[in-house]
Antibody
Framework: QMQLVQSGAEVKKTGSSVKVSCKAS????????LQWVRQAPGQALEWMGW????????QYAQKLQDRLTITRDTSIDTAYMELTGLRSEDTAMYYC???????????WGQGTTVTVSS | DVVVTQSPLSLPVTPGEPASISCRSS???????????LDWYLQKPGQSPQLLIY???IRASGVPDRFSGSGSGTDFTLRISKVEAEDAGIYYC??????????FGQGTRLEI
């Protein structure tokens, strides 16, 4: 079945970087959008950006575009989300999700907790 | 960015009764092909979100038919015909208008 499996929880220092992976299985990784969404504790969902693995095209949320990079490795059906210059407000659960188009996030990963502290 | 505003933010309901959640967009989400770029998601406690409705009114695979989405342009509604205990959680609308960053609503907590 279609599945996205994310890497494990991370604890980071303020100002450092984090890279979270998302491995796809059970579908054609190359031709579907792979999106990243985060959720701070007790807060709403926040869209971060997407990548089209086929051509590497990306779109990022404006507030994150200076610190966020989404990449992929099609040889292992894996996407990555790297966030630099971490701040306490980046403490959140980070989800990857697959969609056929920019809308309709139909398969979600299990989430990766990122905790940022000084 | 397109702002989507949900109401109410909290909705207490009794099992078997209907429920509805509103989502209003700051810009029309209707494209020239007649598609509305509005999704609905449910996040149950401790779980990842799950897709309920996409393009305003199309139920995702496996979603019970008690869930329905309606609306067009800037005003959308998610309806549950008869609420069940398993429907508890936070409901989010999400807009994906072409050419604009994706944005989510604030969420509506359905309390049963």
């Amino acid at each position: 079945q279609m599945q996205l499996v994310q890497s494990g929880a991370e604890v980071k220092k303020t100002g450092s970087s984090v890279k979270v992976s998302c491995k796809a299985s059970g579908y054609s990784f190359t031709y579907r959008y792979l999106q990243w969404v985060r959720q701070a504790p007790g807060q709403a969902l926040e869209w971060m950006g997407w990548i089209i693995p086929f051509n590497g095209n990306t779109q990022y949320a404006q507030k994150l575009q200076d610190r966020l990079t989404i990449t992929r490795d099609t040889s292992i059906d894996t996407a990555y989300m790297e966030l630099t210059g971490l701040r306490s407000e980046d403490t959140a659960m980070y989800y990857c999700a697959r969609s056929k188009d920019p809308y309709g996030l139909e398969v979600w990963g299990q989430g990766t907790t990122v905790t940022v502290s000084s | 960015d397109v702002v989507v505003t949900q109401s109410p933010l909290s909705l207490p309901v009794t099992p078997g009764e209907p429920a509805s959640i509103s989502c209003r967009s700051s810009q029309s989400l209707l494209n020239s092909h007649g598609d509305n770029y509005l999704d609905w998601y449910l996040q149950k406690p401790g779980q990842s979100p799950q897709l309920l409705i996409y393009l305003g009114s199309i139920r995702a695979s496996g979603v019970p038919d008690r869930f329905s989405g309606s609306g067009s342009g800037t005003d959308f509604t998610l309806r549950i015909s008869k609420v069940e205990a398993e429907d508890a959680g936070i409901y989010y609308c999400m807009q994906a208008l072409q050419g604009s960053p994706i944005t989510f609503g604030q969420g509506t907590r359905l309390e049963i």
